[in-house]
């Protein structure tokens, strides 16, 4: 079994700044992609930023969230992070960790972490 646990959100002005993070632990072979989702009030889960480890780190981002948002990770440690800079009220919403592990020799299997909640006041 594998385990995502994040931690870092908050509550923050307009304008502010929070770093979330997630560590994997378990049975894990491999990781090819670790990234964030994140759901607000009445919406869909929707990728923020996803990091794919197994394509040299190669990243890519939500439209809005590009230029205020980085994603980065500690492979020896499988952890990944986020950094919010210039947040706004609508990226409140609960964040999601995701990983897709290789649990054994072939096989990969989606992950997701139990959410930590991010509030940005106007």
């Known amino acids: 079994q594998v385990q995502l646990v994040e931690s870092g959100g908050g509550l923050v002005q307009a304008g502010g700044s929070l770093r979330l993070s997630c560590v994997a632990s378990g049975r894990i072979f491999g990781i090819r992609t670790m990234g964030w989702y994140r759901q607000g009030p009445g919406e869909q889960r929707q990728l923020v930023a996803r990091i794919t480890i197994t394509s040299g780190d190669s990243t890519n981002y939500a439209d809005s969230v590009k230029g205020r948002f980085t994603i980065s990770r500690d492979n020896a440690k499988n952890m990944v992070y986020l950094q919010m800079n210039n947040l706004k009220p609508e990226d409140t919403a609960v964040y999601y960790c995701?990983?897709?592990?290789?649990?054994?020799?072939?096989?990969?299997?989606?992950?997701w972490g139990q959410g930590t909640q991010v509030t940005v006041s106007s």
């Open positions: 995701n990983a897709d592990v290789l649990i054994n020799s072939f096989k990969y299997t989606d992950y």
